[in-house]
């Protein structure tokens, strides 16, 4: 299932029922499934070591290829907790870093906590599993499922389909 | 693992245009059946392209996003894959966020779509219920008789679309104009935002400007693009990034001197009028340079003010356009213009003084403006600049007075009709507007008053939402509860009855102070909760039509798939009810009302398209939208490039108009153009909008913005939308919410005199101390409940952007909320 911008199913199906509701106003739909693209095989994704835990500071942004090395990555320190990070305060997560909208490479802003796509000015939120806070494209960034191993860093796996491909593993 | 299926060689391959904004993008739709995919080497898909290795940047990418399975009438299912089409001079492959996800809002049992209406329903008393399509028109038309012959005409009320793109089009806009205007002869019409049957922009039409005078192309040819209540960066994207956004970063220099030659000229600027800091500030900025792009932060409603002081700098500094003002305008309008919108009897610096204070905003500002748009080039040369305004000034303080001063400013620096130039709307919808001559005056009878007043007996909604959008929202919201009650009764009452019978009960109940409510849309929208009667439309996609868009390019839409159960488009629904109401007053022996009903006999759109299309001579008497000769197959041929109208036939063959007013003539019975003199440069904030202003501490501004289209009818349905904005927001002030201990996420209600409405609390420097902004038709929170009813009483347009409220915090940030992004939504570096 594709990842949805910051919300996840459950969390969704929790605002139907209860939250939005009561709270602003009626109206409230039901929830909705997934989008469009269908499952494919579940192929195996590579393991791939990112870099060593210790040395890694806040605010650095560590460029590596996943899951191939013609899908540009970048994995960041956040400093902060983010969705789906790892580490030290679940602050260390990764991303495709091909824009989502028209494949070009988005840019790490530390002081924003956003990474920016130079061509359109798409935005994205890097705690917030690299939904898009505003511009054209029109899914999150791909997220790059990491964890530690023995003091490594270690890429497993996507969340969201990678700009230029039909699926993932070509 | 996502993937997404690939079109095989033999997918059938149609054009579209985006349904949302005025822009109008162009599309590839293709189609095939599920489990027929093709395969990533380039002979086995239908683009040819090689999915086997990483595309680069700008290849066709198709986004899982642009991607759907939906289900036809006789159960099978296809793959649709829409996707921005690279040879469209519009949008030349790109898609905004909201075209991006086109294949999103398509009807699909699997998905949240899946609630369109399906079929006719009448409201009994436990919900509306299914009936079938003959017994809903014949319900619908005997009231609408019955209604006519006791009352009168005026008494049948309707609102509805009158644009392009998705749920208009000229098919559908003429078959609306057909049964209304023609057929029953009301003058208690009005246009699905407003509350009246009204031009947004009479002050253009009365000058003699048409409302959309340039070709996008001339936003990239412009010295200086100005934007006046406008964020085209959001809202108008593809024109803004592939046409403003590259004359700004120098991309069309050498288009430039193409087509100018010698003359001198740089890489474009951009002034934006804007009370907020915008995305599209931002972008400009990122694009041109931040010494190229001017921002005015103005104060609510002094937009006018600012452009008479920037036209009135123009005229002292001698930089107007004095040849195009004695060749092509009215002298006496010219001086009037003049002593009243410029105060030429007060000094330039005590103005423009007085403007800048009003506005909150530098008077050297206004100066350099002024310099941007008029001031002569090297050589003497005419400066180019272009002239785009919409809802921030269109909804503003005094929509007449606003579009004028605009107008006066193109034709006093001649930035009209010449490459480069133009002063246009931006537009929010797309167009497509054909009707036969409204029968009421100017201004036109406010129908949400002839509403609430019980003038209107019988009232027909078609895809809107006033409940959720029209003024004072929450007394229309009443009104249609309290007189739908009385009607309600005589309908259950007279469940199974003979029809006569039921249709005489319910006229007893309109003559009780009732009113029959009939909706026609593609969901249960707020105000079709409340409908008697509730007839399901067929969308965009599910039937042909045709429509222009900013720069009036003339396309066909094609179907692609079936509308959903007994779904069918507006225009047919139009015409089922005009024969059976043909046939009531023949039955009746009144042959003079039954054939007022006469000839709607369309068998498919394209009857339709040409039956309106004899209201055009394919001469110079033509309106801007004319569009002689065309038909379907000529459309077909030219794709999602089009043609733009008005058309002209010349030696038997179709040519468009990529310009209007390129030959210095104008729409005036003297074809000179007619500067409007307004009484004073600024008109002041009016009755209740100056008492509102003063007992509530914070401008409640509103509009719309990047992700959801309208009212989130579609967007709320599919998730990357709906969680982008699952709730309504307000943006605040830093310093503001400090001081009422408000942090971003907290859930804070907004209340005035007129309703109250709650939403999340979004700090951002977007906005002034003391300026608030929140999204146009949240459907989960309305601004419309705190905008009052006041109108420009010259026209009818309210002042949609001018609410003032208190604001106070109801608690911290909600559960839901824990995963929103707060970051900023106007940074782009």
């Given at each position: 299932m594709i990842k949805t911008a910051k919300l996840n199913r459950r969390d969704f199906l929790e605002i139907g029922s209860a939250g939005v509701a009561t709270i602003i106003a009626g109206n409230v739909l039901l929830p909705t499934s997934a989008q469009g693209a269908t499952q494919g095989k579940d192929e195996a994704y590579p393991m791939v070591d990112v870099g060593p835990l210790s040395g890694l500071q806040v605010g650095a942004a560590v460029e590596f290829s996943y899951p191939d090395e013609n899908s540009p990555a970048v994995m960041i320190h956040l400093g902060e907790t983010a969705k789906g990070g790892i580490g030290p305060d679940n602050a260390i997560v990764a991303y495709s870093t091909l824009c989502t909208h028209k494949g070009c490479p988005v840019e790490y802003h530390p002081e924003r906590k956003m990474l920016i796509c130079p061509c359109h000015w798409s935005t994205f939120d890097v705690a917030k599993a690299g939904g898009v806070v505003i511009g054209q494209a029109s899914q999150p960034l791909p997220q790059i499922k990491l964890r530690l191993k023995n003091g490594q860093i270690q890429a497993y796996g996507v969340d969201g389909l990678i700009y230029g491909r039909h699926t993932n593993i070509l | 693992m996502v993937q997404v299926p690939l079109p095989p060689k033999n997918a059938k391959r149609l054009n579209t245009v985006c349904?949302?904004?005025?822009?109008?993008c162009g599309y590839n739709v293709y189609r095939w059946p599920e489990g027929k995919d093709g395969g990533p080497a380039p002979s086995d898909n239908a683009l040819g392209v090689d999915y086997r290795a990483q595309l680069d940047a700008f290849d066709d990418w198709i986004a899982p996003s642009m991607h759907s399975v939906v289900t036809d009438k006789d159960g099978s299912r296809h793959n649709i894959v829409i996707k921005p089409d690279n040879d469209c001079v519009v949008n030349k492959g790109l898609a905004s966020v909201r075209g991006g996800g086109l294949a999103q809002t398509l009807y699909s049992p699997d998905r949240a779509t899946r609630d369109r209406l399906q079929a006719p329903m009448l409201k009994g008393p436990r919900g509306h219920k299914a009936i079938s399509w003959d017994e809903a028109t014949d319900l619908g038309s005997r009231v609408i008789k019955a209604v006519i012959d006791h009352w009168?005409?005026?008494?049948v009320g309707m609102k509805f679309f009158d644009h392009g793109g998705g749920g208009g089009g000229f098919e559908n806009n003429w078959a609306v104009g057909r049964f209304f205007f023609t057929g029953v002869g009301t003058r208690a019409a009005s246009i699905h935002n407003r509350?009246?049957?009204?031009?947004?922009?009479h002050a253009s039409g009365d000058a003699g400007v048409a409302t959309l005078n340039n070709s996008y192309v001339d936003a990239q040819l412009a010295d200086t693009i100005v934007v006046i209540g406008a964020n085209p960066y959001e809202t108008q994207t593809n024109y803004f990034l592939n046409h403003m956004a590259l004359n700004l970063q120098g991309d069309t220099l050498d288009l430039k001197k193409s087509t100018f030659g010698d003359e001198p000229f740089e890489s474009g600027r951009m002034i934006i009028i804007d009370p907020r800091r915008t995305m599209t500030v931002a972008t400009a900025e990122s694009a041109a340079g931040k010494d190229n792009v001017l921002h005015l932060q103005i104060e609510p409603g002094t937009d006018i003010a600012a452009i008479n002081a920037i036209s009135r700098i123009i005229l002292d500094k001698r930089w107007y356009d004095v040849s195009f003002v004695n060749r092509s305008t009215e002298r006496q309008t010219f001086e009037a213009y003049q002593r009243s919108s410029l105060d030429t009897d007060q000094s330039l610096d005590n103005m423009v003084r007085q403007s800048a204070e009003l506005c909150g905003i530098p008077e050297a500002d206004l100066y350099k403006a002024a310099q941007w748009i008029a001031?002569?080039?090297?050589?003497?040369l005419r400066r180019r600049a272009l002239l785009h305004y919409e809802k921030g000034l269109i909804w503003g303080l005094k929509n007449y007075e606003g579009v004028a001063s605009v107008i006066n400013l193109a034709l006093l620096s001649g930035n009209i009709g010449r490459p480069g130039t133009g002063a246009s709307r931006l537009g929010g919808h797309q167009e497509g507007y054909i009707r036969p001559p409204y029968p009421g005056g100017r201004p036109a009878l406010n129908v949400d008053e002839a509403v609430r007043r019980g003038e209107v007996k019988c009232f027909w909604v078609g895809g809107c939402n006033p409940v959720l959008t029209t003024m004072n929202a929450e007394t229309m919201e009443q009104t249609m509860i309290e007189r739908g009650r009385p009607v309600q009764e005589a309908i259950d009452e007279t469940k199974d009855r003979p029809m006569g019978e039921r249709v005489a009960r319910i006229v007893e109940a309109l003559k009780a102070g009732g009113m029959f409510l009939m909706t026609q849309d593609i969901y249960m929208t707020a105000t079709a909760k409340q409908a008697h009667l509730v007839l399901p439309a067929a969308q965009w996609g599910e039937s042909e039509l045709t429509s222009i868009n900013g720069e009036r390019r003339l396309r066909l839409y094609d179907r692609f798939m079936d509308p959903p159960g007994e779904a069918i488009p507006d225009w047919e629904i139009m015409a089922r009810y005009a024969r059976r109401i043909r046939t009531l007053y023949l039955e009746d022996e009144n042959p003079l009302m039954a054939n007022?009903?006469?000839?709607?006999?369309?068998?498919?759109?394209e009857d339709v398209f040409i039956h309106a299309r004899y209201e055009f001579k394919g001469n110079s008497s033509d309106p801007a939208e004319g569009y002689s000769g065309v038909t379907y197959d000529f459309l077909r041929e030219r794709g999602t490039n089009g043609i733009q109208t008005p058309t002209r036939i010349v030696n038997g063959i179709i040519s468009g108009t990529p310009r209007i007013h390129s030959d210095g003539k104008f729409s005036t019975s003297s074809g000179r153009a007619r500067f409007i003199p307004a009484s004073l440069p600024w008109p002041s904030y009016a009755g209740q909008v100056a008492e509102q202003r003063k007992k509530h501490r914070f401008w409640i501004n509103n509009g719309r913005t990047n992700h959801i289209w309208q009212t989130f009818y579609h967007h709320q349905r599919v998730p990357f939308y709906n969680d982008h904005n699952p709730v309504p927001y307000i943006e605040m002030h830093a310093g503001d919410a400090q001081e009422m201990g408000v942090a971003s996420g907290d859930l804070v209600e907004i209340f005035n005199d007129v309703g109250t409405v709650r939403a999340l609390a979004y700090i951002t420097d977007a906005v002034k101390p003391g300026h608030t902004f929140m999204l146009f038709g949240h459907p989960r929170g309305s601004v419309g409940d705190l905008i009052s009813d006041h109108v420009d009483p010259k026209t009818t347009i309210p002042y949609y952007k001018g609410a003032w409220a208190d604001i106070r915090r109801i608690g911290p940030?909600?559960?839901?909320?824990?995963?929103l992004s707060f970051l900023p939504q106007n940074v782009s570096e």
């Open positions: - | 349904q949302f904004c005025i822009v109008g009168g005409p005026d008494a509350p009246a049957y009204n031009s947004e922009v001031k002569p080039k090297k050589g003497g007022r009903f006469l000839d709607f006999d369309w068998r498919k759109p940030k909600p559960d839901f909320a824990k995963d």
